[in-house]
Every structure is written in C-alpha cells, then in structure tokens.
DNA sequence: TGATAAGCGAGACGGTACGTCTAGTCTTAAA
DNA sequence: TTTAAGACTAGACGTACCGTCTCGCTTATCA
C-alpha cells in the first residue's frame, strides 16, 4: 500500500529522486475510471498502467497487487460512494424509512454496484492484508445509520444495553448484500426491515409502529 | 450449466454418444475437493481437469466457466455447506440464540468461509447467467430460520404486517457478511442482533426482552 | 489402407451390414475437393467427414491416418493431376522442348501446386508405412518423358549404357522440385536443361544442339 | 523472423529492455538439438521453449510460427549441413563424380535427411513469407556444385549458352528428392545422372565420357 | 559540480493459465 | 457388423496477464 512508503513524515530527506505525487494519482484515477465500465477480473494492471501512462513497474513499486490497488481506490474514497444523507427531523423511524427509500435509488445504481463487487472480490483475494482492509472498509460502517442510531440513544430514546453497531448491521447489511447480487429489494420489503429494527431498538411506546 | 443439455426429458432420443454421467459428477466431486483447500483464485480449470481424470474439452464442453462449475457445485449442495440445526422449544427468542451462537462456532470455520467466498467471487464475475444463480443461491435463504419465525407467525406470536423474509435477512445477512469478510463478531454482538430484531417482530408483550 | 479391407472377393458373405462403398468414395471425393482450396495442413479429418455426409469414425476404420486418405487420393489418380502429353515426331530434343513448354503452364497451376505439396507433406508425416507409398508415387515416375526417352533408345538415337531413369530424374526432378517451392522457372532456364540433358544422352553427332 | 526487430542499425536508441540475444540463441540451439532427434511434426514449440529455457511468449514475440522458427534454423545455417567438398582437378567429370560418391554417404545420414524433410515440411506450410524462405534455401543452390561449374566455363570447358543453375539443378534436384522420399539412389544411377549432364555440358571432344 | 542514489517509462523476460482446436478412440441407436 | 452422431482423452496451439528484470533517462541529495 502507498502509505508504507509515506510513512516518514519528518524524516530523513531521503535520497534519490522522490516519488512522483502525479504517477501516484494518474493510477488511482485510472483505476477509478476503468473500474467505472469493467469488472474486477476484466481490469488489468497492464490495463491501468496503459490507461495512467505510467509504466507497470511503477505500479508494482508502490502497491504489491492490483488488490491493493482497487482496495486503496476504494478506501481512500477516490471512487466516492455517494451515500445518501441522513435527516434528523427527532423522529428515528421515519428518519430511518427516508433514508432507506433514498437508498434504494441511489446504491442500486450500476456504478455503484460495480464498485461495491470490486472491492468485496479485491478483499477476497485470499491475501491477509487486503483482508484486513476489506474488514476496515468504511463502506461497512454503516456510518451515517449508526450516527443517528447513537444519537437516538443519547436521546433515551432506545431501550438500553443493545449493541447500536449489531442493529447498523442488521439494517446495512442485507442493502449491501442485495447491492452485491444486484437485486435491488422492493420498497415494502425494505420498510418492514427497518420497522423491526427499529421496532425492536425503541423503549417500549416510545415512537410508533408502521402498522 | 449442464441443465441446459438434458433438457429433452421426453424428447427425441438423442442420437450419438451420451454425455458421461460419471465424468459430470467427477469434475463436481474434483471441484469440492480442490476447494476445500484452494481459493477461487487458485483454483484453475486444469486443475479441476486433473484432479477428475477428465479432459479440459469436456469441462468446456458442459460449462463455460470455471465460475460456472463453481456455482453449480455450490448451488447443487455438492459442497454441502452444513447449517446449524434450529431448535423449536416455543421460545422464540431462546430458540434463535441457541442457533446463532452455534452458528458462531460452525459457519466461521475456514472452510466454510473459503466455500462462501468461492461462491460469491464466482457469482461476481461479471457474468449476468452466473449471476442470476447467486440470487437464487438457497445459502442466502436463510431457509431455517426463516421456516422458524413463520412457525411463530402461525403461533401468533409476532406482530402483523411484518415481513418475514427481511426479518431473517436482518439476522442472516450480517452473519454472513462476517462470514466473507473472515472476522467473527463477538458472542455479545450476536446475541445484540437476534434480541434487537427479535423484539421488533414479536407482539409487545409476548415473549421477555434479553435484558 | 482400403485394400486390406476388400480382399475378401468372392469370400464369406460377411455377416451384418456390409461395407458402404458410398461411403469410401465419398471420403476421396470430399479430400480432393477440400485440397483444391486448403493446404494438407488445414485440411482436417473433421472436415472431411463433415464434407463426405460420414463419421469420422468410417474414416478410422478404413484408413489409419489422415495421411494416409491424402496419400490414396494422390496415388489412385483420383486428383489426376494432368499430364502434358509428350509428343513423338521423331526429333527428341524437340520433343522435349515443347513438352517442357506445356509443363510451365500447366504444372505451375496453383490447385497443381497444391496437390503436389500436399502429397509431399503427407508423404513426410514420419510414417513408414506413407513414406514407402511416397516413394512409389507415380508422380515422380516422370512417365511419359521415360517413355519417350525410351523410345529414342530403341531408335538407337542414344548412347550406349545410359541410364533412362537418371536421365528422366534430371529432367523431372527439377521442375517438381520447384512446383513445391512456387516458383515457376523461366522458358531458358527450363530450355537449356533439357537441351544439356538430351544432348547428354545423345550418340554425337545425332541430333542438333540449340546453339 | 528475428531479423525484422534488429534492423534499426543506426537508428533511435531502442526503449525499453533490448531482445536478449541470449535467448535468441538459445531457442535455435534448442530447435536444432530437437530436430535431431524428431520430425517436424513431433517438434512442439512449447518443447523448444522448456529446452531453451525460455517461455513460449518469447518464442511468439519474435517468430510467428514454428515454421519460422525452424526456417531461421536452417537458412541461417545453425543445422549445418555438412556438405561434401567438391575437388577440383581439372578434370570436371572426375570432380563431380567424385563429390557424387561422397553425397551418396554424407547426405543421407539419417540426421541430414530429417533436417531436409523438416526444412520442406516448414517451407509447404502455406505461408507466403516462409515460402519465400524456401525458395531462397542455400541449400537448393548447389553452390559447390555450381561453383565447380562456372570454374570450368571460365576455362572454356563448356559449350556456349548453357545456363549452369538449370545443369546444377539437373545434377542436385535429383539427388535432393531423393533425400526426401529417404531412397538413396545407387551407384551406378548416380553415376549415371552426372555422366548424362556433364557431357551435355562439355564442348564436343573435351574431356571423356565415362563409357 | 560532479558523484551517487533513487524513481521513471518502456518493454522484454520466464511463467502460468486460459479457452480453442484437432487427432484419434469409444459408445450409443438405427440400419 | 457397419453406419452416423457425437462425447471422450490427450495434448498442442496461440493469447493474455502476471510479477520481475533491464535499459536509458531524469531528478533529487550529498560531497
């Protein structure tokens, strides 16, 4: 990965001629564009250097895969997987139901698709340190769900001792999954996931139930 | 996929030599084998030719791909990935916890996760015939699971309305979410997620919260 | 071979379904016709087989080698590759002059070429059994010029202990030899070599030199 | 053929790493080695590449086929066809019986003959490029035997006119062909054969005929 | 100001696997 | 028993990428 060679942030001037930032970015770009319009498995690091103008040996300096190249894409967020933002208007459901239907329109997209394919079978390569980065992922994270869930919690407003992380996943997971085999759920199927969740999430009689 | 082939159940009674049943089953037996130990990557289709003492012609012959070979050996059960019993006391929420912390123990040993990881990066391949079977894949049912929460919808346990089936995916996908990704979650973590969707499905009243 | 397998002239009535001499035929037909526009390296059994409406099988049972269907094509004449007729008016060496001409044109015909090349190369497959057949060739018999030389002979126009068939190769050889290479030699250089070979088999004095 | 690549002499200064003439050499050492001991047909490119140490893309790089490969061989002299030495007494007919005599032993060693059959078999495979190749073969031109020839032209040995390639082609197709169809010719023919064209050659009076 | 030390694009290298092709054999049902 | 059909094993074909290794060149720091 680019950062193991970055590392030293105030040290010695190192000699010789320094990495070229322009190269460094020219493939990450290259990658991203390419990735765009093919599969993980079509993509080629002959490919990218073609696409980069840069020659592979490059590549292979600075990253020790093409995993590590698309993971690095990813992680970095130069392919921005756009998310879709998260309302807080003090109502957790249908904050949450908002969210969701924005989901459905935005991450079924065939980009982001695509892209979500790449980095799950780049994390998959077998190799223990695109692995550890794949668990990493911030696209896993769920982030913007868990945030509001927390801020529910910091409202008394879920029951207490549940894992806000496990009831992300339980919401986040099953999206990203259908994103994955590429069928986007229905919008009702969707609605009642969050309603148990949420349901479930909730002090009793605090909020209300979808039905 | 080899379906297509014998489709003339009734049909003229096809002239020429027949298809080799025994060669069919020998590259499905060689396939399994060979990915008990082998990723996805690894594994190559002179490989899978060898290890069934049949001809890469005839491999080619039957499917078009080593994804294809893949997935139906995954999606016929060759590879047999062994679930967890489910219990039935009456106790919902007892019953899926005894499950999921069985499923701690059994879906994350290593060769179940390098079965899961084979049948998604062959299901990812870009492929739209593959990935019509990934969809399909009865892994992702979360078949017992979710045969147990309709029992307790005909028990008239739960709440109305609700969908079954993303219920179980609320459950099951971020099992096997963590299955790919190879990190276990914690027992807490677990137990978190079935009290949280458990609670939301169920009647208020029915059954006793975790805490 | 064919042969082996007809022996049987008057024999037993041989039991079940006998021998399609369609079938035989068809197979030396369809090859001549695929060796007029493909080379011996092109043509595949497959194809003959598929051109001829027979199994390849019926090709293996009667022949053991695609070299051998292409060397009975060459040897029973069935791709009769037209002699220029040698002409008899007394004068040999005139003779031989216009017959060399007629050669030039007809021999350097590309299906002609191709035909000879084919034989060649079949003929060179390392087989024994093709390479004694090669040998036998009624191609390179250079028949009707031996014939006539042998005429001359008779007419007591030649000198004493010559040998006919050397004498016929150094006329023949060469103009075979750059059939197979495709290039056609010019008028004088095909003139003087029969010119320097007839004067070389004439009693002196007999006859009269180009120059 | 390998030669294309090298011609810029003096040209731009080649980017990139430079062919490796080390492996150039290798793959026609190979090739020659492998020709000894099989036929044209039996030689495989990947064998010529696991004997050369080198990978079959190198071989793709610079040859388009094997037939080319086997023609660098043989045009650029690397088989070495041992010829015979052709005396010069100054008695033409006793020279060239001489060499004959020595021919009959030397080139129908089995090694010489398989290089021979290999090197036509390359030459028929229908490309126009090899073809060329073919035509262009030291081997065909008899140089000695020509050499010899013109020798006794310039010392007003021979008539006048005669064109010298058709008399050497007269004399050496013969014995070429036979090295084909692996026949040696007798004594007593190949005597023959070089009688009838050298007193064909020779001034009337000059010299001696052999009967 | 030169020597030394990387980094760079280009592209050849040894490998490995691909998916295709053909040879020649084997197994059906029909004739 | 032979036929046409067609599946079978075996193995070479030529291509595509992989990850490594020179080249000649450029761009830096260090002496």
Not at 23 to 39: I, K, M, N, P
Not at 51 to 71: C, D, H, P
Not at 148 to 157: D, K, N, P, Q
Request: aromatic share 4%; proline share 4%; glycine share 8%.
């Amino acid at each position: 990965m680019a950062s193991e060679a970055q590392r030293s942030d105030t040290a010695e001037p190192r000699r010789g001629r320094p990495r070229s930032e322009a190269s460094h970015q020219a493939v990450l770009d290259a990658t991203t564009r390419l990735l765009r319009v093919s599969s993980y498995e079509e993509l080629t690091v002959e490919a990218i250097a073609s696409e980069a103008g840069v020659s592979k040996q490059t590549i292979y300096r600075w990253w020790k895969s093409k995993a590590a190249v698309v993971l690095e894409v990813m992680l970095t967020g130069d392919a921005e997987i756009e998310l879709v933002p998260m309302p807080s208007t003090g109502d957790l459901r249908a904050d949450c139901l908002t969210w969701i239907r924005g989901m459905l329109v935005e991450a079924f997209r065939e980009t982001h698709v695509g892209m979500a394919r790449s980095l799950v079978v780049a994390g998959l390569q077998g190799d223990p340190g695109t692995e550890r980065l794949l668990q990493q992922a911030s696209m896993w994270d769920h982030g913007l769900l868990a945030e509001r869930l927390r801020e529910a919690e910091r409202a008394g407003e879920l029951r207490e001792g549940v894992d806000i992380a496990a009831a992300a996943s339980a919401i986040g997971d099953p999206l990203i999954f259908r994103m994955l085999t590429g069928s986007a759920p229905s919008l009702s199927w969707s609605e009642s996931l969050v309603d148990v969740v949420v349901t479930g999430l909730m002090r009793p009689g605090a909020g209300t139930s979808l039905n």
